[in-house]
């Protein structure tokens, strides 16, 4: 199976900061990758697919980059409504496996 | 408007069982993969398996294997897990979710709002 790692696992930051999440696979994905969001006691919300197409409904300020093995998540502006949980989740192999999540919270 | 509705979740004793549903509405429910996705309190997110749109094809996360099976019901619209020989470790949030196909597997563009598994003696 394919192993997902993210850095760092949390982190603490202020409304207009610029964010990046960085998820790491144990082989190369081919852009294989979707990025959720997840609020305490809610469902994954999915931001971005194949490593840099944002969603529909989206906002802009994320973004997604990377390639290989390596893959980042930036948030250009951190809105309030931007602190949660986000994960990052591989569908280059039929078994799939996410990311371990990467708190983002208010400093 | 999608919608994903989970139920049969509740308290259940090591050893025994579970059927969890998902019914689905506001899309073609038999044109997608559909998939169940599990979270372990205050833990991540682990797929548990996947399920072709006529059936046909079915995937489970090794730690389910023999003890779990996924099926679906186009006519009814509704996704299922049957779930046995429950351990202490199943014990999650288990979510349904809308499978859109990409490259060899998928990624999950609609999920459901999540029923609660406990398995405790």
């Known amino acids: 199976d394919i192993q997902m790692t993210q850095s760092p696992s949390s982190l603490s930051a202020s409304v207009g900061d610029r964010v990046t999440i960085t998820c790491r696979a144990s082989?190369?994905?081919?852009?294989?990758l979707a990025w959720y969001q997840q609020k305490p006691g809610k469902a994954p919300k999915l931001l971005l697919y194949a490593a840099s197409r944002l969603e529909s409904g989206v906002p802009s300020r994320f973004s997604g980059s990377g390639s290989g093995t390596d893959y980042t998540l930036t948030i250009s502006s951190l809105q309030p409504e931007d602190f949660a949980t986000y994960y990052c989740q591989q569908y280059y192999s039929t078994f799939l496996t996410f990311g371990p999540g990467t708190k983002v919270d208010i400093k | 408007e999608v919608q994903l509705v989970e139920s049969g979740g509740g308290l259940v004793q090591p050893g025994g069982s579970l059927r969890l549903s998902c019914a689905a509405s506001?899309?073609?429910?038999?044109?997608?993969?559909m998939s169940w996705v599990r979270q372990a309190p205050g833990k991540g997110l682990e797929w548990v398996a996947n399920?072709?749109?006529?059936?046909?094809?079915?995937y489970y996360v090794d730690s389910v294997k023999g003890r779990f099976t996924i099926s679906r019901d186009n006519a009814k619209n509704s996704l299922y897990l049957q779930m046995n020989s429950l351990r202490a470790e199943d014990t999650a949030v288990y979510y349904c979710a809308r499978a859109r196909i990409a490259a060899a597997g998928y990624y999950f563009d609609y999920w459901g709002q999540g029923t609660l598994v406990t398995v405790s003696s």
């Open positions: 082989q190369g994905i081919s852009n294989s």
């Open positions: 506001g899309f073609t429910f038999s044109s997608y993969w």
């Open positions: 399920i072709k749109q006529d059936g046909s094809e079915k």
